[in-house]
């Protein structure tokens, strides 16, 4: 697998239900972010949880980090139709100073049905 | 506050042009990224720049493509001489620090090689 890969590929929920997204990733990191795309605009940043930190909220919004099993996941509460996108982890490997690139999964598109 | 902007949104080329796509940073931001995204797949990174420093290329294909990020003005990714496999969203993303970055995203362009 590649580094940030997503967990499920797709999703399709009803509204209201929970949705949760994982992300799986090989090497070191500094920190993990999650973004959302809608379709045909461009990424939006939802939030950022660094390799020291175990759990971050923001809003409707619950990320989880276990550096042990290098793994993520975004837990979307209460789901409404407008959540309705293509959800990216990226990861800011702990390269020693190197490139300050993000890696990106494929993502997972999720669809909420009202 | 206007976001990173990316221009143009849209930009059709035929095979052996040359494609110029430009982004703004957010203000005060002077890291710059660029991203490719194919259809179907996620983002990959293609080079982080500074003010008129190129610090990682290495995303970047060796041969028809450069970018730059004057002292003044937007960040330009060239692509010389381009072709169908070009054909992609190129996303600019902005930073005010280089490591431990939230990276804010532009809306992207969309480039077709026809």
């Known amino acids: 697998s590649q580094q940030g890969e997503e967990d499920p590929q797709a999703l399709s929920i009803q509204e209201g239900e929970n949705a949760t997204m994982n992300c799986s990733y090989k090497?070191?990191?500094?920190?993990l972010q999650w973004y959302r795309q809608n379709s045909g605009r461009g990424l939006v940043h939802l939030i950022l949880?660094?390799?020291?930190?175990r759990e971050k909220h923001s809003g409707r919004l619950r990320v989880t980090l276990d550096t042990s099993k290098k793994s993520s996941s975004l837990l979307i509460t209460a789901s409404r139709a407008a959540d309705t996108a293509s959800y990216f982890c990226?990861?800011?490997?702990?390269?020693?100073?190197?490139?300050?690139?993000?890696?990106f999964g494929k993502g997972t598109h999720l669809i909420i049905q009202p | 506050n206007a976001g990173v902007m990316q221009n143009p949104r849209h930009l059709v080329r035929r095979r052996g042009q040359e494609a110029r796509l430009r982004c703004s940073p957010m203000?005060?931001?002077?890291?710059v990224y660029w991203y490719r995204q194919l259809p179907e797949e996620g983002l990959k990174f293609m080079v982080y720049?500074?003010?008129?420093?190129?610090?990682?290329e290495s995303g970047m294909p060796k041969e028809r493509f450069s970018a730059e990020f004057p002292k003044e003005g937007p960040s330009i990714l060239r692509i010389q001489q381009v072709v169908r496999g070009d054909s992609a969203a190129y996303f600019c993303?902005?930073?005010?620090?280089?490591?431990?970055?939230?990276?804010?995203f532009g809306p992207g362009t969309r480039l077709t090689v026809l």
């Open positions: 090497t070191s990191i500094n920190n």
């Open positions: 949880i660094r390799s020291n930190e």
């Open positions: 720049l500074q003010k008129e420093n190129i610090i990682d």
């Open positions: 990226a990861t800011d490997a702990d390269s020693g100073g190197g490139a300050d690139g993000l890696t």
């Open positions: 203000k005060g931001h002077s890291h």
């Open positions: 993303a902005s930073s005010i620090t280089g490591y431990y970055n939230e990276q804010f």
